[in-house]
């Protein structure tokens, strides 16, 4: 029986997983097993943040993050300097 299904669709991708798949917050992670080429499908993270970076550089998808780290770091809370936050 297999664990998920990949539906395709125009230039998209859909994983649905089996109602028995135990999620955390609705969540469901995919990777790639380096050795192997196998996707794993996991109820949470795994691997350490350099493995997810590595894996986000190999698909195209760093600059877009990069972009959006520089732009959350420019933001100023008010309410950090007068204590409140």
């Known amino acids: 029986m297999p ?4 539906v395709y669709h125009n230039r998209q991708a859909f994983l649905k997983l089996p109602d028995f798949f135990p999620t955390h917050h609705n969540s469901a992670y995919v990777r790639q097993d380096p050795q192997t080429g196998d996707m794993i499908v ?7 943040w350099g493995e997810l970076w ?3 550089e ?8 990069a972009d959006i ?4 770091a420019d933001y100023q809370d008010p309410l950090a300097e007068s204590g409140r936050s």
Do not use: F, K, N, W
């Open 3 to 6: 664990l998920a299904e990949i």
């Open 42 to 48: 996991s109820p949470r993270p795994t691997g350490d």
């Open 54 to 56: 590595r894996q986000l």
């Open 58 to 65: 190999a698909i195209g998808e760093v600059e877009e993050i």
């Open 69 to 72: 780290a520089r732009e959350a």
